[in-house]
């Protein structure tokens, strides 16, 4: 019997390490096998739910703090999600707006047409009470009123030189300005604004009709408050748009004058003056009164031009067109 006892001790000294790793392995599988069979917490458990409008969070059982915190999360998303439907619906209807109208602007290289559409494109966008469209004479001297409304006394074609009233400084400084900028400005520049603006301007804000550098005019408005950073981003975008379309008005009428004048003498050619004397002589047939024309020949200019040089025959006829 001793012997059989002595066998098994033996044996168990001698593999007990392994015995040992085996146990312990048994025993991590188990354990292995309660936490994956046991069943989770669904996520969906509306005590771990917070729902608020279009968006829903979902968290892990936590104190009340946690709790709060979601909920915060969930309401600012809901505030940007109510704020970008917002802006999204507001673009939407600036887009049905302008497509159209900017359309029609560069589809219109008449001048005198395209005041009305500009008006109309800002009556549409802010509903000022008052809206002016200025444009610059060549030497940017100078501002003429196109046309406008919300005005009683001052007319077309007033003029305001650059620099004076906030008209004339917009169009100087080249900037989208609100009459609230002019605090930045120097008490000389402010003083000159207040005593050179006509008072029946209520202009609050202006923007610069600017192409390659160049003033070509100013809008302003009057009777919108104070405008958003946003909405004085469009003010100046229409202001943009407005200068193309006055950019291919003035390339219009230069390729105009190309094609109807003599580019040394800047006097009408002779194919305009077959087209227009032709419309003219039907005006007086239908109208039944005289019509003349008068022809002139400089005489002996072959003579002068040989015996002086093309160039003072070119000078002369210039002279002479002058007249």
């Given amino acids: 019997m001793s012997g059989i006892i002595n ?8 593999y007990a390490v392994e015995i040992g790793c085996g146990v312990g392995l048994l025993l991590v599988l188990v354990i292995l096998y309660k936490v994956f069979s046991r069943a989770p917490h669904p996520l969906t458990d509306p ?3 917070i729902s608020s409008n279009d968006v829903t969070a979902e968290y892990t059982r936590g104190p009340d703090d ?19 439907k917002e802006r999204i619906a507001h673009l939407t209807n600036l887009n049905s707006i302008l497509a159209p109208l900017i359309k029609e602007l560069n589809a219109n290289v008449d001048r005198d047409r395209m005041g009305p559409i500009v008006l109309r494109v800002l ?3 802010f509903t000022p009470k008052q809206a002016l469209f200025f444009v610059s004479d060549h030497t940017q001297e100078f501002l003429t009123l196109v046309t406008g409304y919300g005005l009683q006394d001052v007319h077309e074609g007033y003029q305001q030189p650059f620099g004076e009233g906030f008209a004339g400084v917009v169009a100087k400084k080249r900037v989208v ?3 609230d900028d002019m605090r930045y400005e120097s008490n000389l520049t402010r003083q000159r604004m207040q005593d050179t603006e006509p008072s029946e301007f209520k202009t609050e804000v ?4 600017v192409h390659l550098g160049r003033t070509l005019g100013v809008l302003c408005i009057g009777g919108v408050g104070k405008l958003s950073e946003d909405d004085q981003a469009l003010f100046g975008m229409i202001g943009d748009m407005t200068a193309l379309a006055l950019t291919n008005y003035i390339q219009y009428r230069k390729i105009q004058e190309l094609a109807n004048s003599d580019p040394m003498t800047r006097i009408y050619n002779k194919g305009y003056f077959i087209k227009h004397a032709i419309s003219e002589l039907k005006l007086a047939r ?10 002139i020949d400089l005489d002996n200019f072959k ?5 002086n040089g093309h160039l003072a025959g070119d000078k002369l006829l210039q002279q002479i067109a002058g007249i």
């Fill in 286 to 295: 239908s109208g039944q009164w005289d019509m003349a024309v008068l022809m």
């Fill in 7 to 14: 066998t098994a001790l033996e044996f168990i000294f001698q």
């Fill in 303 to 307: 003579h002068y031009n040989d015996t």
């Fill in 47 to 49: 005590r771990n739910t």
């Fill in 206 to 209: 202006a923007a610069p009709i």
């Fill in 177 to 179: 300005m609100a009459k």
């Fill in 66 to 84: 946690v709790r709060r915190r979601y909920q915060s999360i969930v309401d600012d998303l809901n505030e940007d999600n109510r704020h970008l």
């Fill in 123 to 125: 009556e549409r966008v």
